[in-house]
T-cell receptor, first 116, second 113 residues
Framework: AQSVTQLDSQVPVFEEAPVELRCNYS??????LFWYVQYPNQGLQLLLK??????LVKGINGFEAEFNKSQTSFHLRKPSVHISDTAEYFC??????????????FGTGTRLQVTL | DTEVTQTPKHLVMGMTNKKSLKCEQH?????MYWYKQKAKKPPELMFV???????INESVPSRFSPECPNSSLLNLHLHALQPEDSALYLC????????????FGSGTRLTVV
């Protein structure tokens, strides 16, 4: 079984400041890691994913994440946030899956609130 | 086409009504999913279809009935719902297992009165 923990339910930050959203996972098998963003009344959009290889992953909208196997973490960062980054951010883990399908397990989410 | 399209965007239904949610994708993905998301909560998996066959049912009540008529369409039939079933229902598809991730639709906001 796999699980994801997002340590912060809310992160307030001023515009143009850096931000880090924390995510820790646990799994008994190799997993794939994802960050999704959800704007109000919308579906989820993939920001970035880690499958293998380089532990620093770059995504859309200037976000990046670093995979740390020893600490079982996959924290999301952005060096300078914008008001439009205000949204809910979900960390997720996927098992290797069978056939064509796999189960995606989400963390509880972190609300990023950017203010002027 | 890189989208998952869900209709309707909003639905209000009474507890005795029968309604259906529709999901469509034309990306050639062979796995499709239904998720339920309550306010301020993460999405919860309901059903998984793989090659048009139901492969995972997360112990969802029988008042929710999924259907996959073909590789591009996924329906969720609703009957005799309860007010606590009010939520955002998200459809997703994936190209393959594990590392491909999902493409999500924008969801149907369901209110049961």
């Amino acid at each position: 079984a796999q699980s994801v923990t997002q340590l912060d339910s809310q992160v307030p930050v001023f515009e143009e400041a850096p931000v880090e959203l924390r995510c820790n996972y646990s799994s008994s098998v190799s997993v794939y890691l994802f960050w999704y963003v959800q704007y109000p009344n919308q579906g989820l959009q993939l920001l970035l994913k880690y499958l293998s290889g380089s532990t620093l992953v770059k995504g859309i909208n200037g976000f990046e994440a670093e995979f740390n196997k020893s600490q079982t973490s996959f924290h999301l960062r952005k060096p300078s946030v914008h008001i439009s980054d205000t949204a809910e951010y979900f960390c997720a883990v996927s098992d290797p899956g069978t056939g064509t399908a796999s189960k995606l397990t989400f963390g509880t989410g972190t609300r990023l609130q950017v203010t002027l | 086409d890189t989208e998952v399209t869900q209709t309707p965007k909003h639905l209000v239904m009474g507890m005795t009504n029968k309604k259906s949610l529709k999901c469509e994708q034309h990306m050639g993905h062979r796995a499709m999913y239904w998720y339920k998301q309550k306010a301020k909560k993460p999405p919860e998996l309901m059903f998984v279809y793989s090659y048009e066959k139901l492969s995972i049912n997360e112990s969802v009540p029988s008042r929710f009935s999924p259907e996959c008529p073909n590789s591009s369409l996924l329906n969720l039939h609703l009957h005799a719902l309860q007010p606590e079933d009010s939520a955002l229902y998200l459809c997703a598809s994936s190209q393959g297992p594990g590392g491909y991730g999902y493409t999500f639709g924008s969801g149907t906001r369901l209110t049961v009165v």
